[in-house]
């Protein structure tokens, strides 16, 4: 059973930048592609960004697209999310998983972005 443990949450003043960090455990890792998502208060949880297993194509949603970057290194199983501009609207708990989603979710790490 793969497990997932993201990190690198925080408070970030707006304009901030954050990288996560999604650490997995076993190797079957490298065969998945790999998301971020997201869930604000009261809101449901939405998918951020994907990379395929190798890592040459990734996605975004549109509400991150040019400021958010997914990468990941297999040697490592680590999945990272670079978010740069940071608005209030990114405060969320921030989860990785498989896209599509097979594994059960993580404890997540908070972002919280405020002034």
């Known amino acids: 059973q793969v497990q997932l443990v993201e990190s690198g949450g925080g408070l970030v003043q707006p304009g901030g930048s954050l990288r996560l960090s999604c650490a997995a455990s076993?190797?079957?890792?490298?065969?998945?592609?790999m998301g971020w998502y997201r869930q604000a208060p009261g809101k449901e949880r939405e998918l951020v960004a994907t990379?395929?297993?190798?890592?040459?194509?990734?996605t975004y949603a549109g509400s991150v697209k040019g400021r958010f970057t997914i990468s990941r290194d297999n040697a490592k199983i680590t999945v990272y999310l670079q978010m740069n501009s940071l608005k209030p609207e990114d405060t969320a708990v921030y989860y990785c998983?498989?896209?599509?989603?097979?594994?059960?979710w993580g404890q997540g790490t908070q972002v919280t972005v405020s002034s």
């Open positions: 998983n498989t896209h599509p989603i097979t594994i059960d």
């Open positions: 076993g190797s079957i890792f490298r065969l998945y592609a």
């Open positions: 990379i395929t297993s190798g890592g040459a194509t990734t």
